[in-house]
C-alpha cells in the first residue's frame, strides 16, 4: 500500500500560539455514527438524540449530510429549528450545490456550522479525486468562499490528514483560514496515526499554519487500530481545542473516538491534561443506553465508561476493597457519569465479605457457622449460574432450592407455532401461598405468546427491552440460556432461564423477572435497605 512518511518537523516551544483550556465538543454521532452499517436510525430518532446531545453540553453536533437524501436534509433542518443551545452542523463537498443545500437546512438555526471537506492525501488525490495538489486548494478555497457567504461558521477538514504531505497540510490550512474557514480539521480518516505522530503534526500545524492564532484546530480519529481516544487525547496535548467524537465510539469501519471517553480521560487526569470540556458528565450514561436503544446495538458489556461492567466487581479481593474504600479499583464514581451506584456482583469469584453485605441489605445477619454453611453453597450454584440474583441468595439463606426461588413456580407449559404466522402458548402456575392460576395468550411468535402468558398468570407487566439466547453447553442436546431484560419503575430487571428448549428457558426467564418484582415488592413492604457500596 503506498503510505505517505511525511516528515515531522517538531515545533519549538516558543514557536507555539497560545491556546485556552476549552476543548470544544463536536459530536458526529449523527452523521459518521450514522453513517455506519447498522446504525441508521429514522428523524424521530435522530431528533431524539440531539436534544439528548444538548442536554449533554455538546458545543457542535453534526447533524447529518444535507445532500446525502431528503430525509438527511429533513432531519438537519429540524434539528437546526429545535436547537438553541448547541451549534448545528452539517456536512458537505465542497461542491456549490451541496453548499447551497446544507445552507438551507441550516436556514433555521440560531448557531449554524458549515463543515466542507476535501481529501488531501496523495492516495486520494491521485486515485479518488483525479486532482492535483493545486486543484485541491483552489476547489477548497473555492468552496470556503461559497460557504462563508452564506454561513458565518465554516470548518474545512482535510480528509485523509493524517496521511498528507505535512507542507501541503499547512499550505491548504492557511490558504483556507484567509478564505474565512474558522475550524480546521485534521482527520485521521483510516485510523492509521500513532499518539506520538498526531501529537507532532498539531504543534507542527501550529507553529507553521499562517494565521494559526485565529483558527481552532481540530482531531478527528478513528479507531482502526484501537487508537482513537488515545489519538484525540494526544492532539488536545499538542494544543487541539476541538475533538470530533461520538457517543459509544461509533462511527464508520470500527468507529470515532468515544466521547464519553475523552471527556471522563480529560476529567479523571485533570492535573495532566489542564483542560476541559463543557459536558455534563452525568449525562454520559443516559445519552449512551439512549443511542443503544435507538439503534438496537447493544454494548459490550466491558465498555469503558458506560458498559455495563464498568461499575460492577465481582472477584472476592476487590470486593473487599471496595467494601473498605472504593478508590481501591475505581477511578472514577459511577454517579459522576449517570451510572446507577456501583455494585457488587456475586458470582463464583466472589468471597465472604461480599455474601456477608449482600445477605445483610438483604435483612439477613447469619452466625459465622451458618454464614459458612451458605457461603459453600452459594460456591457450588456460582459454578452451574454465571450471575447470583438476589432471589438465590434468599434462597440460600431460607434454606431454599436456589433453582426455584419462587413465589411462581411453573406446573404446565404449553407453546405452539402458527402455519401463516403467529403463535398461542398456555401455562399453568403455582404460588408459595398455594394459589394456581391458568392463562393463555397469543404473540407474534411462542417467545411473545410466552411471556404475555406470564405476564397475564402473574400480573406483573413485563416490557421488554432485550432478549437473547446464548448457548450454555455444547452438543446436539445443548442448554440454551434465555436472558431477558425488562425495564419497569425506572429499574433494569434480567431475568435468566435454562432449558434445551428454548421457549421453555424464555418462559423461565420471564417467570425469573416476574419473580424478582414480586418479591421486591414483598421486601419494600419489610422495608429492607437498598444496596450500597461504601463511600469513597
Ligand atoms: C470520510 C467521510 O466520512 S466522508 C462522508 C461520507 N459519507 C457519505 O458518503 C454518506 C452520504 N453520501 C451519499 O449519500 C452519496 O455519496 C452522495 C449523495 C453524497 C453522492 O452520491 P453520488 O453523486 O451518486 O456520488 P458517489 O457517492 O457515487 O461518488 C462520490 C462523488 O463525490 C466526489 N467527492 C467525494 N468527496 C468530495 C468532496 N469532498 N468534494 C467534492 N467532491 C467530492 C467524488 O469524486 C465522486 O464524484 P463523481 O461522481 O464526479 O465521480
Ligand atoms: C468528513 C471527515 C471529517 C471524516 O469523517 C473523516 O475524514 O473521517
Ligand atoms: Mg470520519
Known amino acids: 500500500m ?253 468507529g470515532n473516538a468515544a466521547l464519553e471517553e475523552i471527556v471522563m480521560a480529560l476529567r479523571v487526569r485533570a492535573p495532566h491534561y489542564a483542560v476541559d470540556t463543557r459536558i455534563d458528565a452525568r449525562r454520559l450514561y443516559p445519552t449512551s443506553r439512549l443511542l443503544s436503544r435507538l439503534t438496537g446495538q447493544a454494548l459490550p458489556r466491558n465498555k469503558a465508561v458506560v458498559g455495563e461492567n464498568a461499575f460492577a466487581h465481582e472477584s472476592g479481593i476487590h470486593q473487599h476493597g471496595m467494601l473498605k474504600h472504593r478508590g481501591t479499583y475505581e477511578i472514577m464514581r459511577a454517579e459522576d457519569v449517570g451510572v446507577p451506584p456501583s455494585r457488587l456482583v456475586l458470582g463464583k469469584h466472589s468471597g465472604r465479605h461480599a455474601l456477608r453485605q449482600r445477605l445483610e441489605e438483604l435483612g439477613y445477619t447469619p452466625d459465622e457457622d451458618r454464614l459458612g454453611v451458605i457461603f459453600d453453597a452459594f460456591k457450588q450454584l456460582a459454578d452451574r449460574k454465571r450471575e447470583i440474583h438476589d432471589g438465590d441468595l434468599e434462597a440460600l439463606a431460607l434454606g431454599r432450592d436456589p433453582d426455584q426461588p419462587g413465589p411462581w413456580r411453573i406446573e404446565q407449559l404449553h407453546a405452539a407455532s402458527h402455519l401463516r404466522g403467529g403463535a398461542s402458548a398456555s401455562l399453568k402456575l403455582r404460588h408459595d401461598d398455594g394459589r394456581e392460576v391458568s392463562e393463555a395468550a397469543i404473540g407474534d411468535g411462542p417467545v411473545d405468546a410466552v411471556v404475555r402468558a406470564v405476564e397475564r398468570a402473574t400480573g406483573e407487566a413485563l416490557p421488554l427491552t432485550d432478549f437473547r439466547i446464548l448457548s450454555a453447553s455444547e452438543g446436539g442436546d445443548a442448554q440454551g440460556q434465555a436472558v431477558l431484560v425488562v425495564d419497569r419503575e425506572q429499574r433494569q430487571w434480567c431475568g435468566h432461564g435454562w432449558s434445551t428448549d428454548i421457549v421453555e428457558a424464555a418462559a423461565l426467564a420471564a417467570l425469573d423477572v416476574a419473580n424478582a418484582i414480586a418479591r421486591d415488592h414483598a421486601r419494600q413492604t419489610r422495608k429492607t435497605p437498598a444496596a450500597k457500596v461504601v463511600n469513597a
Request: glycine share 6%; net charge negative; aromatic share 4%.
Open 2 to 254: 503506498n503510505q505517505q512518511n511525511p516528515t515531522s518537523p517538531r515545533a519549538t516551544d516558543d514557536d507555539r500560539v497560545a491556546v485556552d483550556d476549552h476543548v470544544r465538543v463536536f459530536d458526529t454521532t449523527l452523521r459518521d455514527g450514522e453513517q455506519a452499517p447498522g446504525f441508521s436510525m429514522n428523524r424521530s430518532q435522530k431528533i431524539r438524540l440531539a436534544h439528548a446531545l444538548e442536554e449533554l453540553g455538546v458545543d457542535v453536533i453534526e447533524a447529518g449530510f444535507p445532500q446525502a437524501s431528503p430525509d438527511d436534509f429533513a432531519a438537519v433542518a429540524q434539528i437546526a429549528g429545535e436547537l438553541r443551545r448547541s451549534t448545528v452542523c452539517g456536512l458537505s463537498r465542497c461542491l456549490p450545490g451541496d453548499i447551497e443545500t446544507t445552507a438551507r437546512a441550516l436556514e433555521k438555526a440560531k448557531s449554524a456550522r458549515i463543515h466542507l471537506f476535501l481529501s488531501t492525501s496523495p492516495l486520494h488525490r491521485e486515485h479518488k479525486l483525479g486532482m492535483s495538489k493545486q486543484q485541491v486548494i483552489d476547489t477548497a478555497v473555492d468552496a470556503v468562499r461559497r460557504a462563508r457567504a452564506l454561513c458565518d461558521d465554516v470548518e474545512f477538514s482535510a480528509e485523509d490528514a493524517l496521511r498528507t504531505e505535512h507542507d501541503f497540510l499547512a499550505e491548504i490550512f492557511s490558504a483556507v483560514l484567509d478564505a474565512g474557514a474558522v475550524t480546521l480539521n485534521a482527520p485521521d480518516t483510516v485510523g492509521y496515526t500513532t499518539p506520538t505522530e498526531v501529537a507532532e503534526l498539531f504543534a507542527w500545524l501550529r507553529a507553521n499554519v499562517r494565521g494559526a492564532e485565529r483558527a481552532v484546530f481540530s482531531a478527528h480519529c478513528h479507531d482502526d487500530l484501537g487508537l482513537a481516544v488515545a489519538n484525540s487525547l494526544a492532539a488536545i496535548g499538542a494544543g487541539a481545542r476541538q475533538v470530533e467524537c461520538t457517543i459509544n465510539g461509533i462511527g464508520e469501519r470500527a
